[in-house]
């Protein structure tokens, strides 16, 4: 069956620390990669996504996240996170050519000042 | 702003009640999604339609059903409340061709 994981449910870190956040996927087949933010009382915003080619991939807001296909990965990361960080994370998968989104779990990342 | 537009934002209603959410995707988009969002089960796909459509089935329950109409937007109806339902529904849209989704600000569901 084709799943999402996000092993990382709650990250909490200090303002300037590095993150990253795992996604793990399985799927047979081709897909396309996103992660998306939830803003505390806020809807999904789309950080960054992976189609093809450069298998690292700059989003917005300083994230980047690297595909790894041996791993079945996608990872997120962020060298020095800021209290404005504080949302949840969210990974998502597609297959090529099917829209329908599957989502991980999320992970709630809080930052301390 | 995404684009997407959900109403109501705040619904409460009582257990045995039917509500309907609408959805008015992006300008163009084809597809639309439903999500649920609660605190013990996350981020649930529920189902998709394109251009009128339904594409794809998700984990949405035999007392909920959807439909996209010719302008494309779209109403997810929800029958027999039960508590268990009070959760975030999201609608999102997408281009075919770009195959990201957008979402919308959410209808908060709360029944009591």
């Known amino acids: 069956a084709q799943s999402v994981s996000q092993h990382n449910h709650h990250v909490i870190l200090s303002e300037a620390a590095s993150l990253e956040l795992g996604c793990n996927y399985s799927?047979?087949?081709?897909?396309?990669l996103f992660w998306y933010v939830q803003y505390p009382g806020q809807h999904l915003q789309l950080l960054l996504k992976?189609?093809?080619?450069?298998?690292l991939v700059k989003g917005i807001k300083g994230f980047e996240a690297e595909f790894i296909k041996s791993k079945f990965s996608f990872n997120l990361r962020k060298p020095s996170v800021q209290w404005s960080d504080t949302a949840e994370y969210f990974c998502?998968?597609?297959?090529?050519?099917?829209?329908?989104?599957?989502f991980g779990t999320g992970t709630r990342l809080t930052i301390i000042p | 702003d995404s684009g997407v537009t959900q109403t109501p934002k705040h619904l409460i209603t009582a257990t045995g009640q039917r509500v309907t959410l609408r959805c008015s995707p992006r300008s163009g988009d084809l597809s639309v999604y439903w999500y649920q969002q609660s605190l013990d089960q996350g981020l649930q796909f529920l189902i998709q339609y394109y251009n009128g459509e339904e594409r794809a089935k998700g984990n949405i329950l035999e007392r909920f059903s959807a439909q996209q109409f010719p302008d494309l937007h779209s109403e997810l109806n929800l029958s027999s409340l039960e508590l268990g339902d009070s959760a975030l529904y999201f609608c999102?849209?997408?281009?075919?061709?770009?195959?990201?989704?957008?979402f919308g600000q959410g209808t908060r569901l709360t029944v009591v």
């Open positions: 799927y047979g087949g081709t897909v396309n």
């Open positions: 998502a998968v597609n297959l090529r050519g099917n829209e329908k989104l599957t």
């Open positions: 999102a849209s997408s281009d075919r061709v770009e195959t990201e989704a957008f």
């Open positions: 992976y189609f093809s080619g450069d298998p």
